[in-house]
């Protein structure tokens, strides 16, 4: 039975959110690390850790559509009790692994379960009315950013202990949240306006020519393309650059995520809404990626510390234009098929999470061989910048036409 108390339903989602998002968060100060305690030298670690992340990527791009249609079939609630559940494994599973071949298979099955925001995103906007739904994607943004506070943190602290320990955590956390929402999660979509399983839809292609087809989002779709890269680029490359740059370790890189996830709850928890009433989802997806484009700028080109926090802090509206984006989609998609749709946007950013680590990592391991203190260290940091710069392009024109 779908739920009639839509503010405990969003509370629910909200906190599920937030413990997914810990248990992300809390390995990646240390995943980098732990995949480089089987290599070498600087170029193999920083290869290796792209194919760790490509191959999460990659499973995130086949998982997101099908967990997404399997929502608009089944409901919401099984969905994603199953997801918490499967993640939880392989977390525990990876903090014994004690080989590369099986750290890649099990971060396959982890980017497989954890494509599930799609779903919670659907939960959200199965009880919210379209014109709230800015400000509820936001608190959601602001789940996943408080997850990138608390977690790299604790990652960083247990990770200076051992290397494994962040993921023994990490699966406890999900396992946790399995069992949370079993007893907590109400289901959130009706039986009449479920969807039948079409087995056609649940491959990724698919849910993105969905998406493209949509009215008014076919050109959304190329900038939510190359904003997607660009995003998906900081994470596959931060850790080993600024182990490259400045020395850090789990410690330091678990201080800099925090401060990262710090500007993301403020932004999009509090700031987004005050700005969404006063300008158009238009106009902060548009002056979200200017601001994000330098603020990438600042990251490759900082030669301390203090800078990289410094242009955190600046890249207010930056953080602001993801939910815009996914605000200017939703508001295109009908009741019954949002866990589809807002899956197809999944699977488009999963695209990104699959292609941008290769793209990354392979800058960086380009680079490797330059001093610390070289401003061509940061090159991952500038195809960042110049893939939001044409995604603003991109928008600026598609806006002005329409």
């Known amino acids: 039975m779908a739920s009639h108390r839509p503010t405990a339903t969003i509370f629910f989602i909200l906190m599920a959110v937030l413990i997914d998002m810990i248990a992300v968060g809390v390995i990646m100060p240390v995943l980098p690390a732990l995949v480089g305690s089987f290599s070498?030298?600087?170029?193999?670690?920083?290869?290796?850790?792209?194919?760790?992340?490509?191959?999460?990527?990659?499973?995130n791009f086949i998982g997101a559509p099908i967990l997404g249609a399997l929502s608009d079939r089944f409901?919401?609630?099984?969905?994603?009790?199953?997801?918490f559940s499967v993640m939880a494994g392989c977390l525990l599973l990876t903090g014994l692994a004690r080989s590369l071949p099986v750290i890649v298979a099990l971060r396959f099955l982890s980017g497989f379960s954890q494509s599930n925001v799609a779903i919670a995103q659907a939960a959200v906007a199965d009880v919210t009315e379209p014109a709230l739904r800015g400000q509820r994607f936001g608190l959601i943004g602001s789940m996943v950013g408080l997850g990138y506070v608390l977690g790299p943190v604790l990652g960083g602290?247990?990770?200076?202990?051992?290397?494994?320990?962040?993921?023994?955590?990490?699966?406890?956390?999900?396992?946790?949240n399995a069992a949370f929402g079993l007893f907590v999660m109400p289901e959130t979509l009706p039986p009449e306006d479920r969807r039948p399983l079409a087995w056609q839809r649940l491959t990724p292609f698919s849910s993105i020519h969905d998406l493209a087809s949509l009215r008014g989002v076919g050109p959304l779709a190329v900038v939510l393309t190359l904003a997607y890269l660009a995003q998906f680029?900081?994470?596959?490359?931060?850790?080993?650059?600024?182990?490259?740059?400045?020395?850090?370790?789990?410690?330091?890189?678990g201080w800099s995520l925090f401060a990262y996830g710090c500007m993301l709850v403020?932004?999009?928890g509090f700031l987004i809404r005050f700005v969404l009433a006063r300008r158009s989802p238009r106009w902060l997806t548009l002056a979200g990626l200017l601001s994000a484009s330098l603020a990438f700028v600042a990251y490759g080109l900082a030669w301390a510390p203090w800078m990289i926090y410094a242009a955190i802090g600046a890249n207010v509206l930056g953080f602001m234009c993801g939910p815009a984006m996914t605000t200017l989609v939703s508001q295109a998609a009908g009741g019954g098929s949002q866990g589809r749709v807002l899956g197809s946007l999944a699977a488009l950013s999963s695209v990104a999470a699959a292609v941008a680590p290769a793209i990354g990592s392979g800058l960086l391991v380009a680079v490797s061989?330059?001093?610390?203190?070289?401003?061509?260290?940061?090159?991952?940091?500038?195809?960042s910048s110049l893939l939001l710069l044409a995604a603003a392009v991109v928008a600026a024109f598609t806006f002005r036409k329409r």
């Open 75 to 83: 409901g919401r609630r099984p969905v994603l009790l199953t997801s």
């Open 40 to 59: 070498d030298s600087k170029a193999d670690n920083a290869f290796w850790y792209g194919v760790v992340a490509c191959s999460f990527g990659a499973a």
């Open 157 to 176: 602290l247990l990770g200076a202990v051992d290397l494994h320990l962040p993921f023994f955590v990490a699966g406890g956390l999900a396992a946790a």
């Open 369 to 383: 061989g330059f001093p610390a203190d070289d401003w061509r260290l940061g090159a991952p940091f500038y195809a």
């Open 266 to 268: 403020v932004s999009q």
């Open 233 to 253: 680029i900081l994470p596959a490359t931060w850790a080993l650059m600024m182990k490259f740059k400045f020395g850090w370790g789990p410690r330091e890189t």
